[in-house]
Structures are given as structure tokens and as C-alpha cells.
């Protein structure tokens, strides 16, 4: 079988990955930023956080980048899973993209790299516990370095619950491909919704700027069957952090659009939209405050029995449909 419970992060607690990254590490992929770029090979930008769609256009090698993101007082995060999974997918890439149905080989980096996406962006870091300003500078920079130590393991743990749950028989894939340019791209290119969701969960992978990839149950995927470019845009919306990216000026002025004052969409969701990462930090914080959340909950009990009713792993050589 594909061997998606494989121990990750496995310099931790030893020594650090044998080759480092550099200082400047992408956030999304700079051959992902490529494929939603225009014909001069560069994209439009909208900063989430005023709404605001700037006047210059930007290439793929100056955007959606920070620097020492991933590093630690233990390891490279990045040097030790990301890069090698972007590697491994960045060989299959174009023919995903050409294809209708992935052989094992191509679902496996397909499923190892979609895990990749949900975890390398700011969410973890932004859903973990964060400490008071004021304190002494030895102690300060003692907290930051526990806590990017933290926000790693959280990574790690994230990525093979995704592996896991996405690998499962239960678990299906949809393209969706337009004729022209639609789709968006931001700071946090993929976005899942909860396992609560009516209908089932759901991924949503936009690939290119014409195609995306919906995952999840059965009920999920027909849901989205006559899905349109601008729901997979509020979607993308919805969970970018500050960057929203497109081949044309025009594709941002629609997804603005769509979460304006005048948007087709439920004013609650907009709301949720509006706010960084679909609001989801800011929920996780409340709950934890209002301790709605029963103190004996096994959160990775809740998603093992999730991941289970989706079957079982797929085999190698299983295509992904």
C-alpha cells in the first residue's frame, strides 16, 4: 500500500536536515504562481486585508515568499518535507493538468502535495497559542523559538492526517476546467471546509488559472458539479490571508466583487470571508474562551474516526478519479 503513515520531521530530536533552504522561501510554489500567470508572465494583486487591487503586476519569483518561515531551533521544515514533496509533484505537474484521471503514481505526489499546501501557510502558526507583548527580551525570544518548534510539529501532524484522510477510497476527486482565465490564486491556495460540513467535507485545489481539482465525499463533489468560477473564487477568497493573485485585473474585480456589500453569497459567510483565513483563527479563539468545546474532547480521536468513514488507503496503482 501507499505508505502514508511514514514518521516526517525525522531530524527532530537528532540533527538538522542535511541541506538547508535558503532565507527566502515560498509560500506557494513559485511553478503553482506560474500557472495563473498572464501571457507576460506576470499577475494582478489584491491585498486582502484593505480589499485593495493594485496597479503594478507583479512575477512569481517577488511575490507569496517569507523569509525563515519554516525554520526552527531543531530543523528546516522546510529542507525536510516541503521542498522534497514540491519536488517530487513539480515532475507530474503538467500532466496532472493535462489529465482526466491520475495513475497512482501521479495521485500519490498529487495527494502528499495538496497535504503540503494546507500546512506550509500562515494557519498553523496563526492557530496556535501566541504570548503577551511586554515580556523580557530573553524570555520573548525563548517563547518565539517554542513556538515556531510548535507550529512545525502542528505542520507535521496536519500533514499526515491530510495524507491519511485524502489516500482513502472514500475519498474522490473532480476536475473542473473553464475555457478561459478565471481563477484566483492567494497566500493560502488551498482551502478545506469542516468535517461537520452539510454534504460531506470538501478541498478546493485550483491548479492553474482554469483549473481546479475538488475533493471530498460523494454528496460534496456532486454539489460542486455545476459550480462556478466565482464559487471557487469566493472560496480562495475566503481563505487567502492578505495576497490575492490573477492572470487579469478584470478576475480580481469579480472575486472583490464577490465579497462586497452587493455579493450573491450569505451575508454570514461574507462576513467569515472578510476576515483572514475564513475567520478561522479568530473562531478557534473564541471557542477556546467560551469553552464550548467539551473539556475531555480528543480532537485527534474526532478526525481518525472522520478519516475512517472514508474507507480504506488506497492501493498503489489505484487511480484517482
Known amino acids: ?5 511514514r514518521p516526517l520531521l525525522a531530524g527532530k530530536g537528532r540533527q538538522m536536515a542535511e541541506h538547508r533552504t535558503g532565507k ?5 510554489p513559485q511553478q503553482m504562481i506560474r500557472n495563473f500567470a498572464g501571457s507576460d508572465g506576470k499577475l494582478s494583486e489584491m491585498i486582502k486585508p484593505e480589499f485593495r487591487i493594485g496597479t503594478r503586476r507583479r512575477g512569481p519569483k517577488g511575490i507569496l515568499f517569507q ?3 519554516y525554520r526552527d531551533s531543531v530543523s528546516d521544515f522546510d529542507a525536510e518535507l516541503l521542498t522534497p ?4 509533484f513539480a515532475r507530474v505537474y503538467p500532466e496532472v493538468l493535462k489529465a482526466s484521471r491520475l495513475n497512482g503514481h501521479q495521485g500519490a505526489a498529487f495527494i502528499d502535495w495538496v497535504a503540503a499546501m494546507l500546512v506550509r501557510t500562515q494557519l498553523i502558526s496563526a492557530m496556535m497559542p501566541t504570548f503577551p507583548d511586554g515580556l523580557p527580551i530573553p524570555i520573548a525570544e525563548q517563547l518565539r523559538n517554542a513556538k515556531k518548534l510548535l507550529d512545525n510539529l502542528g505542520r507535521s501532524s496536519l500533514f499526515t492526517v491530510y495524507q491519511d484522510l485524502f489516500a482513502r477510497t472514500g475519498w474522490r476527486w473532480k476536475f473542473m476546467r473553464f475555457p478561459q482565465p478565471c481563477l484566483v490564486l492567494t497566500d493560502h491556495p488551498v482551502g478545506i471546509t469542516s468535517i461537520f460540513q452539510e454534504g460531506g467535507q470538501m478541498v478546493v485545489v485550483p491548479l492553474a488559472h482554469n483549473t481546479a481539482l475538488i475533493g471530498g465525499a460523494r454528496d460534496a463533489i456532486e454539489g460542486m458539479r455545476d459550480a462556478t468560477p466565482l464559487d471557487l473564487n469566493f472560496f480562495s477568497v475566503a481563505w487567502a490571508h492578505r495576497y490575492i493573485f490573477a492572470s487579469d485585473k478584470a478576475i480580481l474585480e469579480a472575486a472583490h466583487a464577490a465579497v462586497g456589500d452587493k455579493s450573491p453569497f450569505p451575508p454570514k459567510l461574507v462576513e467569515a470571508a472578510r476576515q483572514p483565513l475564513f475567520g478561522a483563527p479568530q473562531r478557534m479563539r473564541e471557542r477556546m474562551r467560551s469553552a464550548s ?3 475531555n ?3 485527534g480521536k474526532a478526525l481518525r474516526t472522520h478519516a475512517e468513514s472514508f474507507g480504506r488507503y488506497k492501493w498503489e496503482g489505484d487511480p484517482v478519479d
Open 67 to 69: 523569509d525563515d518561515f
Open 1 to 5: 500500500t501507499l505508505n502514508y503513515q
Open 24 to 28: 527566502r522561501q515560498h509560500i506557494v
Open 297 to 299: 474532547f480528543d480532537f
Open 293 to 295: 468545546m467539551p473539556p
Open 85 to 88: 514533496v514540491e519536488q517530487k
